[in-house]
């Protein structure tokens, strides 16, 4: 049952690795006028599976780890990190779902989304290291 956290967070973290490049290249063609091009409902799509995922892996995670071990600290670091991560996933998600919605250009909004989803991408990249730790200390 412990496993289901991490192959959750893994599928999350290789789909936000798409929608991160479809989002720079949005950023470079509305920020830096660059011409490229930007899949704008794949990244919907996908940023949607993305977001949904990691947050039903830190909810799992959360409550396999108080089944499990009786207490969901164990993990240290990656559990904070984890909880310091799910406000970013959420502003990125809200603000997503109001994106998605034709109503002009909200060049600031946009600046907010990205920039929430790549703090969320960055501190993902930390709890894939401290699982992989943690995985190997208490499930391996």
């Not at 973290?13 to 490229?36: D, E, P, S, T």
């Not at 995670?61 to 959420?90: K, N, R, S």
């Not at 109503?103 to 989304?113: D, E, I, Q, W």
């Amino acid at each position: 049952m412990l496993w289901i956290h991490p192959i959750l967070q893994l599928a999350a973290l290789l789909i936000a690795i798409r929608v991160l490049f479809m989002g720079i290249n949005r950023f470079r063609f509305q920020h830096l006028k660059q011409k490229c091009p930007f899949n704008w409902k794949g990244h919907v799509k996908y940023g949607k599976a993305a977001a949904w995922l990691w947050m039903a892996g830190l909810v799992l995670g959360v409550y396999v780890a108080q089944l499990t071990w009786g207490t969901t600290t164990l993990t240290g670091p990656h559990y904070d990190v984890g909880m310091l991560m799910w406000p970013f996933i959420l502003v990125g998600l809200v603000t997503g779902y109001i994106l998605q919605k034709p109503s002009g250009k909200r060049p600031g909004m946009a600046l907010v989304h990205g920039a929430s989803n790549a703090v969320a991408f960055v501190l993902a990249l930390y709890q894939t290291w401290s699982g992989v730790e943690a995985v190997r200390l208490l499930l391996l």
